[in-house]
């Protein structure tokens, strides 16, 4: 037997190994669980940053409002490579680029977010008798909600601060759905109503009730409730494709109980006892200014207000 080195390429490694220059590809799949601890942490690298040129104040403040707002500026900032190579004694970087990009085909899984074991949820807040919310209508939902913030997002990119008129209500894909009052929001009210989409999305891909805590919230739910309908009559073998193995459940895409269990969670509960929570809301819309729809229910808890916008 030769002598044992602990040097991996022999003894002489170690004097070589200083003029070597190496290509190193490292490909990552990530997954976003905890976006507030993910922003801190770019927040916290970018403080660190010497940034160099005409206005450094002005590009710290503009990469820190970018990994605020963005999952892929925060993870860009944390995954430098000339961060990365730093933790790492006796090397130097001398190039690099980072590439990001998201999985199209990425969904939750559903049935280990929403297991049908009987088993009360803890933080969604319902659990009313033996009804739940199945891995195939959290599915189906999500996905509703999610193409409605997309396309809430594209009406914002085309129409920006324009009206929404009587006569051309088939130019806008999601905000010529919302009552007439609301159809001269400016921008940023619309941009909050996209997101208030995706929050709601975000409740079913950490295995929540999408218990609405606002009434923009209330509006949101209420259209993904009428999408998911509409595309499960219309396009059934498009849903089933959609739900590939989940498993099948005797309260698959009951609709009536979504809107028994999920709706009046949170929100007003006084006025007449023989309205139901959804005609109280009902009230309630009607007689609230738009922007006042993002006012969060008094016994409902806030969201993260440094979250930002998918968009």
């Known amino acids: 037997m030769g002598e044992r080195s602990d040097h991996p390429q022999g003894p002489g490694a170690a004097e070589d190994s200083g003029a070597q220059e190496i290509e190193a590809t490292v490909v990552l799949g990530l997954r976003i669980t905890n976006w507030p ?11 660190e940053l010497d940034f160099e040129g005409i206005d450094p104040a002005g590009q710290r403040r503009e990469l820190l409002r970018e990994v605020s ?12 490579p000339d961060r990365l190579v730093a933790a790492i004694p006796g090397v130097e970087a001398i190039g690099g680029t980072l590439e990001i990009s998201v999985t199209e085909d990425f969904a939750p899984d559903f ?4 297991p049908l074991d009987g088993g009360e949820d803890e933080d969604g807040g319902g659990g009313a008798g033996d009804w ?17 913030a997309d396309a809430g997002y594209d009406d914002l ?4 601060d324009e009206p929404v008129t009587d006569g051309d209500e088939t130019d806008w894909t999601v905000f010529a759905r919302l009552p007439q009052r609301t159809w001269r929001q400016h921008r940023s009210w619309r941009r909050a109503m996209a997101r208030a989409f995706d929050d709601l999305a975000d409740d079913l891909a950490l295995g929540e009730w999408p218990l609405p805590r606002c009434l923009a919230e209330e509006s949101a739910l209420r259209m993904a409730l009428v999408d998911a309908r509409t595309l499960l009559g219309a396009q059934p073998e498009s849903v089933a494709d959609m739900m590939g193995d989940l498993p099948a459940d005797l309260y698959d895409y009951d609709w009536d109980g979504c809107h028994d269990e999920l709706f009046g969670v949170f929100g007003p509960d006084d006025g007449d006892p023989e309205l139901s929570a959804e005609q109280r809301t009902e009230l309630l819309l009607a007689a609230t200014h738009p922007e006042g729809w993002f006012l969060v229910y008094e016994d409902a808890e806030e ?6 916008y998918r968009r």
């Open 69 to 80: 707002e963005d999952a892929n500026a925060a993870l860009g900032a944390l995954l430098h």
């Open 303 to 308: 969201r993260d207000s440094q979250r930002g």
């Open 157 to 160: 990119e085309e129409h920006e």
């Open 37 to 47: 601890a993910l922003r801190a942490a770019a927040v916290a690298a970018v403080e």
């Open 132 to 148: 739940t919310l199945t891995p195939r209508t959290a599915c189906l939902l999500h996905a509703q909600l999610l193409g409605l």
């Open 111 to 114: 049935a280990e977010l929403f």
